[in-house]
């Protein structure tokens, strides 16, 4: 007896923690899952803050509305073998776009490729509609993609290269977005924009020629500007410096008139003072200009008479 009451009582340990093991679940903090109970939808576990939402877009569906919700998670239970669970990444997945050519609205060709930042908001809708990552891209394709691109025809060139004007487009088309993806799909769009501008490349070969054209035609501008403000500068300098030639020449010739006139003055009083001193100075001149030659002059010229101090 104690024998078969020892094996009932392992056996019956090990069905509890068989279903204790089958009753218990564990969803991570960047994950949300879905619960299902013989194929239908039953609860779902969501991120925390986002029950109205998610209600919100349940009550679209006839078969979703009696889906309750659960935020906390960690370690959950439900009911053993007949409960399913099904967990999905809330972390953000990214989506690229194909390279587009487009047409800006002022007729220029640019070519672009847009991203997405994303993920799965509502695990409910989100396993209905879609039910697997393979076929988001396909989905982002389907409905990011359209909006973003048709937006961006409506802008000029320059807008297009406006941070602000594109900052301002690219939030304007998210939030319309998610009113739709949201509901339908169950996911939401975190951020969206474009990465990449390039010109096509048929028309590179062309705008370099353009490029070139205008920078030469600058360069042609700046170089006749520089010309003729040299053309001014030299003028303004050889203007000024006559001006200043012609002004030192009068104030010279002026000082020099002067000089010669307190000269003259001096010499017109010494010979009304002293006749002697004004003669002995004109000999003195004199024998500077006989200095180092040899002059033969008769004993009577007067000249030596002068030179002696006769005279």
Do not use: H, W
Request: net charge negative.
């Amino acid at each position: 007896m104690k024998i078969k009451f020892k094996i009932t009582c392992a056996f019956v340990g090990i069905v509890a923690l068989f279903l204790v093991a089958n009753s218990i679940y564990i969803v991570e903090p960047d994950e949300v899952a879905t619960i299902q109970r013989f194929g239908a939808i039953k609860s779902a576990v969501i991120r925390e803050g986002k029950y109205d939402i998610v209600s919100e877009g349940l009550k679209q569906y006839e078969s979703l509305q009696n889906v309750s919700l659960v935020s906390e998670r960690g370690l959950l239970f439900k009911a053993p073998f007949i409960d399913q669970v099904e967990k999905y990444s809330a972390k953000y997945l990214t989506y690229t776009s194909t390279p587009e050519t487009i047409n800006t609205s002022d007729k220029r060709k640019l070519d672009i490729q847009m991203y997405a930042q994303y993920r799965i908001e509502n695990p409910a809708i989100y396993k209905m509609k879609v039910g697997s990552l393979s076929k988001l891209n396909q989905l982002m394709d389907d409905n990011v993609y359209p909006v973003v691109i048709q937006s961006a025809n409506k802008l000029t060139f320059d807008q297009f290269f406006d941070d602000t004007i594109m900052s301002d487009m690219m939030e304007e088309r998210r939030q319309e977005l998610n009113k739709t993806l949201v509901v339908q799909y169950g996911i939401e769009v975190a951020d969206i924009g474009i990465y990449r501008k390039n010109f096509p490349q048929s028309n590179i070969a062309s705008i370099e020629d353009k490029m070139s054209k205008e920078i030469q035609k600058e360069s042609e501008r700046l170089r006749a500007e520089g010309d003729a403000y040299y053309t001014k500068s030299t003028s303004e300098t050889n203007r000024r410096e006559k001006e200043i030639i012609a002004k030192a020449t009068e104030e010279s010739a002026i000082i020099r008139a002067e000089a010669e006139r307190e000269a003259l003055e001096i010499y017109q009083s010494s010979l009304t003072k002293d006749l002697e001193f004004y003669r002995f100075i004109q000999r003195m001149n004199a024998y500077k200009g006989l200095e180092g030659k040899t002059i033969f002059i008769d004993e009577d010229n007067a000249f030596l008479k002068y030179l002696d101090g006769y005279q």
